[in-house]
């Protein structure tokens, strides 16, 4: 499905008593409706696996602290450190949610937040990990729950099931209706979002379009979660 898509949907029912979902649609307010999607398939990349994505990390000597941000890659022109090892085929253009996992260079599964590993790894946020001196001498790969790519124009794809079509739409009209403060619009919020709710609830009932089983480790160690 396209962007466009989904602003038809909006327009021919959540949004067709709101300014936003006027039939004469202009380039005035197509940022407004990117974002709205954008925050929507940040929300459901939340709630569930849909995106899974591999970084590739490369210890250096003397360097503890990794953040995972673009600067950082072999492909990126930023005057930064380099050590996301990634090609101009499969660049680092994606937002970390979560880290799933981490491997070594033979497969071998490396400890996340665990104490009493001296070769394991530190993580804070999805967005950085520490690297003990003790094993900078291997690639490190992360496997990372991902977002969704970022969305620049009506007709960008997005790439969710199409079981999550109904659920994105009702989490777009609560948000919209939210954001006008007489009582009818309140209430439709809560309707929409109530709606939204019950649409992730039957996708994790059914396990309907979910990438995978989520791998779930002590992140409670460094307060994320």
Same mark, same amino acid.
């Given at each position: 499905?396209?962007? @466009?898509?989904?602003?038809?949907?909006?327009?021919?029912?959540?949004?067709?008593?709101?300014?936003?979902?006027?039939?004469?649609?202009?380039?005035? $307010?197509?940022? =407004?409706?990117?974002?709205?999607? @954008?925050?929507?398939?940040?929300?459901?990349?939340?709630?569930?696996?849909?995106? @899974?994505?591999?970084?590739?990390?490369?210890?250096?000597?003397?360097?503890?602290?990794? #953040?995972?941000?673009?600067?950082?890659?072999?492909?990126?022109?930023?005057? !930064?450190?380099?050590?996301?090892?990634?090609?101009?085929?499969?660049?680092?253009?994606?937002? #970390?949610? @979560?880290?799933?996992?981490?491997?070594?260079?033979?497969? $071998?599964?490396?400890?996340?937040?665990?104490?009493?590993?001296?070769?394991?790894?530190?993580?804070?946020? #999805?967005?950085?990990?520490?690297?003990?001196?003790?094993?900078?001498?291997?690639?490190?790969?992360?496997?990372?729950?991902?977002?969704?790519?970022?969305?620049?124009?009506?007709?960008?794809?997005?790439?969710?099931?199409?079981?999550? =079509? $109904?659920?994105?739409?009702?989490?777009?009209?609560?948000?919209?209706?939210?954001? =006008?403060?007489?009582?009818? !619009?309140?209430?439709?919020?809560?309707?929409?979002?109530?709606?939204?709710?019950?649409?992730?609830?039957?996708?994790?009932?059914?396990?309907?379009?979910? !990438?995978?089983?989520?791998?779930?480790?002590?992140?409670?160690?460094?307060?994320? =979660?």
């Amino acid at each position: 499905m396209k962007v @466009q898509d989904i602003i038809d949907d909006l327009q021919a029912a959540e949004f067709s008593e709101l300014a936003i979902g006027d039939s004469a649609f202009t380039e005035t $307010n197509t940022p =407004r409706y990117l974002k709205l999607i @954008q925050s929507a398939l940040t929300e459901l990349h939340v709630q569930f696996l849909i995106r @899974q994505e591999e970084l590739v990390i490369q210890p250096l000597e003397g360097l503890v602290d990794y #953040p995972l941000h673009s600067d950082h890659a072999d492909t990126s022109e930023a005057e !930064a450190i380099k050590f996301i090892v990634d090609s101009i085929y499969q660049p680092f253009d994606w937002e #970390p949610l @979560q880290i799933l996992g981490a491997y070594d260079e033979i497969g $071998n599964e490396i400890p996340i937040n665990a104490p009493n590993h001296i070769c394991g790894i530190y993580v804070s946020t #999805p967005r950085s990990v520490m690297i003990p001196a003790t094993i900078t001498s291997r690639q490190i790969s992360l496997v990372c729950r991902a977002n969704h790519t970022v969305l620049t124009g009506l007709t960008d794809d997005i790439n969710i099931p199409t079981t999550m =079509r $109904n659920a994105l739409v009702w989490f777009i009209a609560s948000r919209i209706w939210g954001s =006008r403060k007489d009582d009818q !619009a309140s209430n439709k919020s809560v309707m929409y979002m109530q709606q939204y709710l019950s649409a992730c609830e039957l996708l994790r009932n059914t396990g309907t379009g979910i !990438a995978g089983d989520v791998i779930e480790f002590n992140y409670k160690l460094d307060g994320w =979660r």
